[in-house]
């Protein structure tokens, strides 16, 4: 799921400059997930944006802000900036799902009312694998690290080993003593000497083209706006995604 937290109040106030109707559209899917977004997440925008002195004009929760047929079902439903004269609209939702809206012209300025931080394994615990966040690198060190991504869980980022002064039996982190070393976590099962052949063949990487299966049959155009009708209508149902959290 991609991790989200609210941006400062001050930071989205600033983000509506002079709009004084606003629509908005919060996620059921990863912020709901968060507690960022969903239904929840929508409710606390509208109460802020009433407690600013702003009209809401339209608000919905979708199950995939991402999702450009949803997003686009959504822009037709529930957006009509002429009749409503809505000037902005706020989205609860991870940097996709902005971008899905800007993508789908709804003819007014979008305003992100979250932070994306990377993605992270949804799971029941706060271990280093579960926790570490996924900033979307592109050489990926995960087989070789036994999951954890060392490119964010070490202060220093430091994808293929540790620094000269980490702790060889493990301890506080010498670069941020409030923190384990991740690294001498990740040593006691990874291979030095892998992780180096790694560095090598990343090095070498440039220029070479990437593998790509052949994509999926994509269900005709028809059929592709009526699940994204439904999933853009289907949004107050977003405590049935918290069940499997
Ligand atoms: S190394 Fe870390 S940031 Fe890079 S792709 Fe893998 S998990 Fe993501
Ligand atoms: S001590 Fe460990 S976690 Fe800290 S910067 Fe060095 S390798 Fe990274």
Redesign the pocket.
């Known amino acids: 799921m991609i991790k989200t937290r609210w941006k400062p109040l001050a930071e989205i106030e600033e983000g509506l400059a002079s709009a004084r109707r606003v629509a908005v559209f919060s996620c059921g899917f990863c912020a709901n997930l968060c507690g960022t977004g969903g239904t929840a997440g929508q409710a606390a925008m509208e109460g802020l944006l009433r407690s600013w002195g702003r009209e809401v004009t339209a608000s919905a929760c979708l199950n995939g802000c991402c999702l450009g047929q949803v997003m686009r079902q959504a822009v037709a439903l529930y957006l009509d900036p002429v009749r409503d004269r809505t000037d902005a609209l706020v989205l609860v939702s991870c940097a996709g799902g902005v971008k899905s809206a800007i993508l789908a012209n709804p003819g007014m300025p979008v305003v992100t009312a979250l932070d994306s931080l990377?993605?992270e394994a949804m799971w029941d615990t706060d271990h280093p694998v579960a926790t570490?966040?996924?900033?979307?690198?592109?050489?990926?060190?995960?087989t070789l690290t036994g999951g954890i991504?060392?490119?964010?869980a070490c202060p220093r980022g430091l994808?293929y080993g540790p620094c000269r002064d980490f702790p060889r039996e493990g301890g506080p982190c010498a670069n941020a003593p409030s923190r384990l070393c991740i690294w001498a976590q990740i040593l006691e099962n990874a291979d030095p000497k892998h992780l180096e052949a790694l560095r090598k063949l990343h090095r070498q990487r440039n220029g070479e083209p990437p593998f790509i299966p052949v994509p999926p049959q994509a269900l005709p155009q028809r059929a592709r706006s009526l699940t994204g009708r439904l999933l853009a209508l289907t949004g107050r149902f977003d405590w049935l995604v918290r069940l499997v959290k």
């Open positions: 990377g993605s570490s966040l996924c900033v979307g690198c592109g050489q990926c060190v995960l991504c060392p490119r964010t994808p």
